[in-house]
């Protein structure tokens, strides 16, 4: 069964600084996403990452795979406070079989 | 462009007490998903859908039925309620090959 993993589970930062969470997955996929959630809200897609190496940017966050580490990260770079929310990532594995698991979470606070 | 809508998008069920969730999509996505959101545990997949007249089981399943008879409509259906079900749900869609999910703004459903 495929497990996936984020770390950290919480993260508060400073404002300007930069940080990664981390994505591990525990089998071979074809597809990894990430996710932002504000509190109360619904899941808003930020990335969709299809091949090793792939690397996506969005303003101060950028997202990456490794398909042969299974893991995939999310840069933030010089974080402000209107990047706290908390993103997920979701793995899909095999085409064909188009269940999405996602992992349990990053809760991000940016303090000014 | 309504995208996923869902509805109820809240409701308070007494333990044993039965409802459907509906889910819509407008988008003529082929893949539909039904997602449970409780605290530190991320989104567990319930049910999901790979096209009308499909249902397949998640990671979560016991304890709900579902149905897509049409292929825009996804109902999760509770028999019998438990306070065990108290979460938030989450429905989402997609069509097939690598793209993103979109979700609904989901329903806080609370079991007393």
């Known amino acids: 069964e495929l497990k996936v993993e984020q770390n950290p589970l919480f993260l508060s930062m400073q404002e300007g600084k930069n940080y990664t969470i981390y994505c591990n997955y525990s089998t071979t996929s074809d597809r990894l996403y990430w996710y932002r959630q504000d509190p109360g809200k619904s899941l808003e897609s930020l990335f969709v990452l299809l091949s090793n190496g792939a690397v996506k940017q969005e303003g101060r966050l950028m997202a990456s795979l490794d398909t042969k580490a299974r893991l995939s990260t999310l840069h933030i770079t010089a974080a402000v406070h209107d990047l706290s929310a908390t993103y997920f990532c979701a793995v899909a594995v095999n085409f064909g079989n188009e269940k999405l698991t996602f992992g349990t979470g990053t809760r991000l606070t940016i303090i000014p | 462009n309504a995208g996923v809508t869902q509805t109820p998008k809240f409701r308070v069920l007494k333990t044993g007490q039965s409802m459907t969730l509906l889910c819509a999509q407008d988008?003529?996505?082929?893949?539909m998903y039904w997602y449970r959101q409780d605290p530190g545990m991320g989104l567990r997949l319930i049910h999901y859908?790979?096209?009308?007249?499909?249902?397949a089981k998640g990671e979560v399943p016991d304890g709900y039925n579902v149905s897509r008879l049409k292929k825009q409509n996804f109902l999760l259906g509770l028999e019998s309620a438990a306070p065990s079900q108290t979460s938030v749900y989450f429905c989402?869609?997609?069509?097939?090959?690598?793209?993103?999910?979109?979700f609904g703004q989901g329903t806080r459903l609370t079991v007393v």
């Open positions: 859908s790979v096209g009308e007249g499909t249902t």
């Open positions: 989402a869609s997609r069509s097939g090959g690598p793209t993103e999910a979109f």
């Open positions: 988008m003529n996505h082929e893949y």
